[in-house]
């Protein structure tokens, strides 16, 4: 923080400099640069939230929602809309096509099971690639899921685009 509490960027270059300037200028700077000193430990982090009845809502945040606002790059906020979409569509009537994420879901949650096919770390190949479809063939309805917590005045567009600008860099060259 600057002392005008301006959310600040900071560097420490090779020459043991110190660059900094206001964070979001920071950060686009980064991913506009080819320069080795600023992208060579750079990592991009996204958060993604929903409401579990502490957050409020992605326009009402509580401290919690405002830490984790301030511990990543970006933060988006899946929507109850979203997530009942997800459910609705995926878990609970899906067309032939996305049974399968279904059929992983159900055997993960049933008193007989026999190991858990669809939680947040393990998923079954053939549910995780229906869902990668359905992504596929929804990305602008989903995109629609999300409202951005941070940085304020942002859109999934933008992130898109950060995130286009990362993957085009020919890092060989940047970082050898």
Not at 69 to 75: E, G, P, R, T, V
Not at 148 to 166: A, G, M, T, Y
């Amino acid at each position: 923080m600057s002392n005008d509490g301006t959310l600040c960027g900071v560097l420490q270059l090779p020459n043991g400099e110190l660059k900094y300037e206001p964070y979001n200028e920071f950060l686009k700077h980064i991913i506009k640069s080819n320069a080795p000193d600023l992208l060579r430990d750079f990592i991009l982090t996204v958060g993604i939230v929903s409401n579990h009845g502490n957050w409020f809502t992605s326009e009402d945040h509580n401290k919690e929602l405002k830490v984790l606002a301030q511990s990543y790059d970006w933060l988006l906020f899946l929507t109850d809309e979203g997530l009942s979409q997800f459910v609705e569509n995926l878990l609970l009537n899906p067309t032939t096509k996305y049974e399968s994420v279904r059929k992983a879901f159900i055997s993960s949650y049933q008193n007989q099971k026999t190991s858990n096919s669809f939680t947040k770390v393990k998923i079954s190949l053939s549910a995780d690639r229906a869902i990668q479809e359905y992504f596929k063939e929804n990305l602008p309805k989903i995109e629609n899921w999300f409202n951005i917590i941070s940085p304020i005045n942002k859109s999934i567009q933008n992130l898109k685009s950060d995130i286009n600008s990362l993957t085009q860099k020919k890092w060989k060259e940047i970082l050898t």
